[in-house]
């Protein structure tokens, strides 16, 4: 028979045995507290998301009328600026409507200038045949006197009758002929007649369609989606190109619905682009919350009232708005994936505030001056025919220093200022 002793542990090390493990639980009690101090001071207020896209402005190059190809200034992945020439339209036909309608002009004008002096030479006529309405008037008041004593005969009094009715009717016709063409020139000057007017908005049309055979760059950016040939026959509004500023993108970023309650137009963001990955950080502001979830603007959007419906959290776009120098130091493409966290510490004002842009968000003005050339070049025609001296100014828009730099931007194309005067 065996005797076995159980051995009980000494009272020191039951001692520091509890001392460990009360350590332990102490150390993780204040990460515990800690990461709870963190959390309600800091982590709370911050919201995340990965599903984040950068976005920008795809500006559609189309033409405004039609017309066949004969150069292309720019192709895919060169940049541009704004004003440069990128698709070039036969000139021909619109080149013969501009010639046809400035001829028609300077028509205009010399039939108005003619209105004008036939006003004054009926002026004229009206004051000659009232002085021989008057004339016949004295004659016969006399002849009237000299009948009563027989000194002139009946028929010679007959003949003063009808003289003086004559008169009459040829002054009334003159009167009547000068108004009939006071009418047409009446508070007019040969510049606002309205033949005149009329003939200058054809030069105007005919001059925008002519500008029109060049199609310049409306922003600087990038050329994409080019798919325009040489010799293809466009249409208005067909897509030629794109051209995309990257220095005027943004990041859609789509966050849950329970992530939303708490953020607010301007807070500050901070964003990661796996391009560059964390060693380029981004800081950006909430610019706006999209009108709608995802799905809800989507091609085939959910019919939940089928009864076929399945529980899922939906996504909102927000937008994010880069701050422009880290933008311009690392620059990012359209498409590109982010790691978007934004602050929502600043809670004031309202989740969807209501303003509005008291200036247009986007504009260009490499076509804003088209139609003040065409007043000058109208003016010129007006003026070479007007009977005074020919105020002829050179054609801006034809020339390679035009705001629009177009039409000279293509080897082989004649210089349009040239080959192309106002028709006088």
Do not use: C
């Amino acid at each position: 028979m065996t005797n076995t002793t159980q051995v009980s542990p000494t009272p020191a090390l039951e001692t520091t045995r509890k001392r460990w493990l009360a350590i332990v639980i102490g150390v993780f009690a204040v990460i515990g507290i800690a990461y709870g101090a963190y959390w309600a001071l800091a982590l709370r207020y911050l919201q995340s998301t990965d599903d984040a896209y950068v976005s920008g402005n795809v500006v559609q190059i189309t033409p405004q009328i039609s017309g066949t190809v004969i150069g292309i200034g720019a192709d895919d992945t060169q940049f541009v600026k704004a004003g440069q020439p990128l698709v070039q339209l036969d000139q021909a036909d619109a080149k013969v409507a501009l010639d046809e309608a400035e001829a028609q002009l300077a028509k205009t004008v010399r039939e108005v200038r003619s209105l004008f002096a036939t006003s004054a030479q009926l002026q004229a006529t009206v004051a000659m045949r009232q002085s021989d309405l008057d004339r016949a008037s004295e004659d016969l008041a006399r002849r009237q006197r000299l009948a009563s004593s027989g000194a002139i005969s009946g028929e010679e009094m007959q003949h003063a009758r009808d003289a003086f009715d004559s008169a009459k009717a040829a002054l009334l016709a003159a009167q009547q002929q000068l108004e009939a063409n006071r009418v047409r020139v009446d508070r007019t000057t040969v510049d606002n007649h309205p033949d005149v007017r009329n003939a200058s908005a054809r030069v105007r049309d005919a001059y925008l369609t002519y500008a029109r055979t060049a199609l310049p760059a409306p922003v600087a950016g990038f050329v994409a989606k080019r798919t325009v040939q040489l010799g293809q026959r466009v249409s208005p509004g067909a897509p030629l190109m794109a051209i995309v500023p990257l220095d005027q993108v943004w990041v859609d970023a789509n966050f849950k619905e329970p992530q939303l309650a708490g953020m607010r137009v301007g807070q500050p963001v901070t964003l990661n682009a796996d391009l560059y990955g964390s060693r380029v950080e981004y800081h950006g502001k909430v610019a706006g919350f999209g009108a709608g979830t995802g799905s809800a603007f989507a091609l085939l959007p959910a019919q939940n009232a089928t009864g076929n419906w399945i529980k899922v959290v939906q996504r909102v776009p927000v937008r994010i708005a880069f701050d422009e120098r880290e933008l311009a130091a690392h620059p990012l493409q359209i498409g590109l994936s982010m790691q978007v966290e934004v602050d929502t510490h600043d809670r004031r004002g309202d989740r969807l505030p209501q303003f509005a842009r008291s200036v247009p968000a986007y504009a260009t003005d490499v076509f804003g001056s088209l139609d003040s050339i065409a007043d000058e070049r109208v003016k010129t025609i007006i003026a070479a025919n007007e009977g005074g001296p020919a105020r002829l100014t050179q054609d801006r828009t034809l020339r390679n220093d035009a705001p629009l730099g177009h039409l000279a931007g293509f080897k082989g194309l004649p210089d349009l200022a040239a080959a192309h005067p106002p028709t006088l």
